[in-house]
Each structure stands twice: as structure tokens, then as C-alpha cells.
């Protein structure tokens, strides 16, 4: 075998920078990637690494300021995603392109269709097809179903066989166990590991340490825009990527030393009950103790955020049909989330972007949301309102640089300049800034570096110490392990299980967060 | 039993302008892009139609003059909307103002007056049976472009999911542009259908909110052609038995008629009952209004 062909894709020395003058940024210098043919190759790197900027320039959806692509030894300049999937290329993005009300299969030919007379689909055709690539790939699923009647892990089985039906050579994956429980995952990679040894190439790109040992058989980390190095799986360790991926050495599972010492009861949800079109609820109750961390484990939307909606929002009737919340004593089941963020209580929202910043505003500003109430910050002036104390909110802001290492220390910069991890700080120094004695923290690090997860998690550990009540939401299995004292799974509006610190294993969580588990232990 | 076919026939015929103005807003929803100048793309069509009968003595030239006009203005809305990514409410609602600027103007060029058009010799008009048959083929033809072809499918996704569509290689703004311009040139056959077929000349105004009847009509057949097809129908009857009910004297009192301004209200009326009452509970096409 000649060298030239044995890789399937080449990147020589991509740059690619948007934006121009002094708000230009880099998003990939000089990469570098080998991938050969028939192998599983995965792409670490943080977030605003440039993974997802390389592999758009490999999927033609951008293009490169400088630098060469080669597919099976061939130079490649691709203009637009139609070339590349010609030339055996495909890619499963994070979020799905399918199309919820239309069927399996329309959501599979489409680009590719197959007319019989008069320009009619040929659905018969298209569907035995199907059909046969379901069976050689033991990945079943009804032609005919619309996608939004499937779960997650079926509708991206459905991804993988659009790019089957395709027969492409090259499978691009970006992050794709993201919305998946463990159970599905594996099958996943199992079905990838099928794949290769078919003599198919897999991209996959992931942030997930443990997923990348597990099933790749390289790996190359990127960080910053460039290539920090390419290393087989087999002569690799979590803490080696992550010191790669970071620049320095990492910590990845951190423990708490005291053993969580449960007080009284900080936050309890009573027969909570929804039913819209939608959201459920189905009778959840729950509490939430002093100094304990309660882990909600689920595959998203199965009644997580409306939990969360009712804690914040229990007056609105688009939060709650019935059902009682009571926070560090007082019963809010009628209060306005006005009156809630009085108490003192913190909230670490799910969508930060959507939720919890104002991106275009001055990071003091973004310290002051939801504490506008706050006497700190605000001073009432009777028969006129509140007037903001700018002194206040620049001493809370700088409080945050040294007391939570937000970076860059730097006042009046609009929030979305600061990095994903930074800004998830913004918001943790915002909602310990008044002591709570019950904190909801949602999903708290998404989006955040590796290296700032280790803080977060240190953080919520010294608080559950000093005695705040936590409910951790988090769609990351290990997370949800690690810190929580108590964990409840929900599926489908309902608690469905609960089980203490280390009475759990990932397997048996993903059971219940599949519904295959009822009832569950303490 | 006359007295029911009558009216029948007359749902027939003035649901016919209804049914194109609103298998044309189905073509454009479908496809993301919302279609508020339907009512502007009708009059123009109206208009047009009525002027190039006038001076060819064809309604088949009319009909031509207004597929025409439609598609020039529906041209220049698609050109806002789509490549330039202007609001689609707000670019809509300034075509509509457009139209209802530009007819007059012409009208006051072409004849002397901004009313009407002079009345079109009767042998020169269409006959009821043309836009009706035409309806109809139009609603079946559609419904199977939308389920059954590969250009329907696409127009689908364009509507759904668009970022899907580009992705699977296929033109998204080339599906969303040809959608836009088709519901134009349907609409204005819309409006044709209204000055030719229904009526003796393109009068001021003559179109009176049916495109915005169309669009009632295809939220409420939720995005569907045969159901909006379906309400179409309902909205063509309530006209029909406006003009029937119109000097009907009171059972109680029987000198006496309901002054005719209540009765013309019907067809309006079903609008705003149809719309407040069924709206929620049918789904719009997911990236309607977006950008892409």
C-alpha cells in the first residue's frame, strides 16, 4: 500500500481568520490532520479550539484563507457542501438536519431522489433501499415514521444511514453522543466500529475524554486554532489530552474530601403537576437539604427545565397546573420569580446565552441581572424608583476577578467577549454574590473549558460545605456522578428513580433515563 | 332546490380568486417565506388582467397580463426578502401599500380616473367555468407537487428545516425565490379571476382583503392544500350568502331589511372567527419568516 492512499483526509497547514482589523480572530492557524483510511480518528480540543472551523473547511462549508485539503491523495478546494458529499464525504452535525414532521425516509432522500414517471418520488424503491441498508447495518427504524415521533438515538441513526444511503466513505461526527444515554451510545460505537472495519473513515469530534479512549484509534488535539499533536489511543491517558488540550496539567475528577452532613430542608417541590402541550410534570417531588448535593439525571426534555420553570415561575399557569414548591421555608407556590430572587437563592440558568447574560451589555451590568432588586446594588428613592450604584456593581465586578479568576480584568466590555468559561464564572459570581442558601445549578459547565470545570466543580463542593442546598441539572452522566450526594432520574415528567453517592453506576442511570428502570433504590 | 344550487354555484365562483391568492400563499409558506402581499400581488393582477383585455380584446392576454405583473411584483418582494433579508411582514405590508399606489396611478395615466377601468365588453370576459375548473386542477396539482415530488419535498424542507436542505446539497434560495414568484403570478390569476370573471372591470379596491381571506383561509387548512382548499369554500359561501341575504326583509317585521353594511360583514366575520378560533391548534411550517 502506497502512502499517498492509505490517508483518506489531509489538512496541510489550514488558516482560517474572520473578521478583520483588530476584532479579527484566528480560528484555525496552520492545521494539521492526517486521517487514515479505515481508521477511527477523534478531534479534542475546548471549545473555540477550531475543530468545528477545520471540519467545516473539510465539509466545504467554509473555505480556507490558506492551506491545503487532500481527500484519498487528491487536492481538493471545495465550494460548497454539495462537492464534498460527491466526493464521498458526509457529516453528522450536532444539531440533527432532519426535519421533524416529514418521514424517515423523505428526510433520507432528500438531495438524492429517485423519480419514477411524471417526476413522482420513487418511494417504493427508495424504501427497500432503506430497508436493506437497516438490515446490513442491524440499524432498524420504520421508513415511514415522522422524525419527531422518534427519539434522539434513533433520529441520528437516521443521520448515519442518510449518509449510508449516500455511501459515503468519510463520516464526519460533531459532538454525537451529546444528547445520548449510555446505552445509546454504545451501540453507536459500536455501529462506528463496524463502519471502520467496512474500510470507512470516522471524523469524530468530541470534548469527552473518556468516549475519545474508548473508541478511536487516533487522536489529535487541538488547541487555540492549531494542532497541538496527533497521538495513537493506545499510548494515550485522559490527563496526557487534557494537559494537551489546556496547556497545563489538569485535575480531571475532583472529589470532595467531607462527606456531604444533609440539614434542614432547604427547597421541597410537592405533587408538582404540568400538563401542556409539550411540558409535563407527572407528581414530581423532591428535596433539596442544607449542605447536600441533589443530581437530576435525564436525557434532555423529559421534564428538566420545566422543574426548573417551577422553581423559579411556580405563579405563572404555564409553569404549573398544581402542586406545591416551598424554598428555604416559605411556601412560593403563588410567588412571582420577582419575589423568589429576593430570597436568597441562586439561579445558574440552562441556555446562559438565552438566559443568563446580556451579551451585548457591560459585564457590571451582567452582574446586576436579576439582582436588581438587591439593595447593594440598587438604591431606592422613594416616589421615584431605583437608581443603580455604579460603585457598588465595579467593586462586586472586581470582587469576581480575584475571588472567582474571571478573566480579562477588564470593566465595561460587553459579555460576549469573554470566553465561554469566563462567562459561566460571570454568572457563578453573580449568584453566590448574595449567599445563597439554595442554588440551582443547570447544566454548569457546558461550554466550559476543561480547565474551568475543575474550578466550577471546586466551587459548588466549598458550597455545599458552607451548607447551601444544590440541585445540580447536568446532561453529563460523569458530572452528575461526581458531585451529586443524591441523584433522581427523571423520564418522561416523572422521577423515576433515585439512588445515593456511590450506589449508582452509569449503566444502571442510563437504564433509568431510558425508562427501563421503574422504581429504582435509595 | 334552485334556490340551493344558485347558491352553490356562487360559492363556486367567488371562492375561485380565494383559492389561487391562496394556493399561492402555500407555495411561498411552505417554503419559510411569509406572504402578506398576496392581497397587493391580487390587485395588480386584477388590474393588469383587465387593462390588456381591454386593449387585446382577450381575457386569455388578460390572464397573461396578469401571471406577468404578479411575478414582477413578487420579483421585487422575493428580492427584499430573500436575498436582501428584509422583515417579510414589514417588506409585504410596503408591497401591499405599492399596489395599492401604483394601480391608481396607472389607471389615472391609462384612462383619466384612479376609480375603474372602462367595463369590459361582455364576449371579452371569462367565463365562470374557466377560473372555477381551474381552481381546482390548481389545488390538485399542488397538493401532489407538495407530497409526491421531489420539488415539493424540497419546498418542505426550505419551509421545516432549511439548514437541511442546504445541507443535502439542494439551493435553498433558489427553492424559496421560485416559491415566492409562482404565489405571485398565482395570486394575481387571483385577481384576474376577480376582474375578468366576476365582474366587468377592475374596479378601486376590488379586491376587498380577499388576499388577506386567502391567507386566513390557508392558516386555518394548515398549511395544507386541500384543506385550505376546504376553507376557501367556507369563506366563498359566506360571500354568497351576503350577496343573498343582501334586501331580505326582516321574518319579524316585514318592511324592514338589516341595513346591507351588517350583511357585508358575514364573510369578514367567519374570517375573524375562523382565525381566533382554530389558529392555535394548527402548526405553522417551522423556519416560516426566518432568514437563511
Known sequence: M??????????????????????????NTDVNLSVRRGSIHAIVGENGAGKSTAMKILFGMQSADSGEVH????????????????SGIGMVHQ?????????????????????????????????????????????????????????????????????????????????????????????????????????????????????????????????????VGSIQTKQASAELLAEWMVGRKVILDVKSEAESNPGVVRMKVTDLVLDSNHAMLKNVSLEVRAGEIVGVAGVEGNGQSELLRALLDPKNPLSLNSGKVELLGHDVSSWSSSQIRRLQVGFMPEDRHRDGMLLDESVELNILLGLQNHPAFVSEIPGVGGVIRKSALKQALERAWVDYDLRPRQSGIPGRSLSGGNQQKLVIAREFEHHPEFLVATHPTRGV????????????????????????????????????????????????AEFSRGNVSAQQLGLAMSGGLKGGHA | MDEMLS????????????????????????????????????????????????????????????????????????????????????????????????????????????????????????????????????????????????????????????????SAGVNVIRVRFLSVLAAGALAAMGGATLSLSLSSAYSRN?????GFMALAALIFGKWKAWPAFAACLLFGFA????????????????????????????PYLVTLVVLAGFVGRSRAPKALGTQF
Open chain 1, 2 to 27: 502506497n502512502v499517498v492512499s492509505s490517508l483518506a483526509i489531509e489538512l496541510r497547514n489550514i488558516s482560517k481568520s474572520f473578521g478583520s482589523g483588530e476584532s479579527r480572530v484566528f480560528a
Open chain 1, 71 to 86: 481527500v484519498f491523495g487528491k487536492s481538493v478546494r471545495w465550494r460548497n457542501p454539495t462537492e464534498a458529499m460527491a
Open chain 1, 95 to 227: 444539531h440533527f438536519m432532519l426535519a421533524g414532521p416529514h418521514t424517515v425516509l423523505e428526510n433520507i432522500v432528500l438531495g438524492c431522489e429517485n423519480s419514477s414517471a411524471f417526476g413522482i418520488l420513487d418511494t417504493k424503491k427508495a424504501a427497500s433501499r432503506l430497508r436493506e441498508l437497516c438490515e446490513r447495518y442491524s440499524m432498524p427504524v420504520d421508513p415511514d415514521r415522522a422524525i419527531e415521533d422518534l427519539p434522539v438515538g434513533v433520529q441520528q441513526r437516521v443521520e448515519i444511514l442518510k449518509l449510508l444511503y449516500r455511501d459515503s466513505q468519510v463520516f464526519i461526527l460533531d459532538e454525537p453522543t451529546a444528547v445520548l444515554t449510555p446505552q445509546e451510545i454504545e451501540a453507536l460505537f459500536s455501529n462506528l466500529r463496524r463502519l471502520r472495519d467496512e474500510g470507512r473513515t470516522i471524523l469524530i469530534i468530541t470534548h469527552k475524554l473518556k468516549e475519545v479512549l474508548a473508541l478511536s484509534d487516533e487522536v489529535t488535539v487541538l488547541r487555540q486554532g492549531k494542532t
Open chain 1, 449 to 496: 473549558d476543561v480547565g474551568a470545570i475543575e474550578w466550577i466543580h471546586r466551587k459548588l463542593f466549598k458550597a455545599r460545605d458552607q451548607g447551601t442546598g444544590i440541585l445540580l441539572v447536568s446532561s453529563e452522566l460523569d458530572e452528575i456522578l461526581s458531585l451529586s450526594d443524591r441523584i433522581i432520574v427523571m423520564f418522561q415528567g416523572a422521577v423515576v
Open chain 2, 7 to 166: 347558491l352553490l354555484g356562487s360559492t363556486l365562483r367567488l371562492s375561485a380568486p380565494l383559492i389561487f391568492a391562496a394556493m399561492g400563499g402555500l407555495l411561498s409558506e411552505r417554503s419559510g417565506v411569509i406572504h402578506i402581499a398576496l392581497e397587493g400581488m391580487m390587485m395588480v393582477g386584477g388590474f393588469a388582467a383587465a387593462v390588456a383585455t381591454l386593449s387585446f380584446h382577450s381575457p386569455l392576454v388578460g390572464c397573461a397580463a396578469a401571471v406577468i405583473a404578479g411575478l414582477a411584483f413578487s420579483a421585487l418582494y422575493a428580492a427584499l426578502v430573500i436575498p436582501f433579508r428584509a422583515n417579510q411582514v414589514v417588506a409585504g405590508t410596503a408591497i401591499n401599500f405599492l399596489a395599492a399606489g401604483v394601480v391608481p396611478s396607472v389607471s389615472k395615466l391609462l384612462y383619466g380616473n384612479t376609480g375603474s377601468t372602462p367595463s369590459i365588453p361582455l364576449d371579452e370576459r371569462l367565463h365562470w367555468a374557466g377560473p372555477v375548473v381551474g381552481a381546482i386542477v390548481l389545488v390538485a396539482g399542488l397538493a401532489l407537487l407538495l407530497a409526491k415530488t421531489p420539488v415539493g419535498l424540497w419546498i418542505r424542507f426550505a419551509g421545516e428545516h432549511p439548514h437541511a436542505l442546504a
Open chain 2, 206 to 210: 376590488m379586491t376587498a382583503a380577499r
Open chain 2, 239 to 266: 360571500e354568497a350568502l351576503q350577496n343573498r341575504l343582501q334586501g331580505v326583509a326582516l321574518p319579524w317585521k316585514p318592511d324592514e331589511t338589516i341595513p346591507v353594511q351588517f350583511i357585508q360583514m358575514l
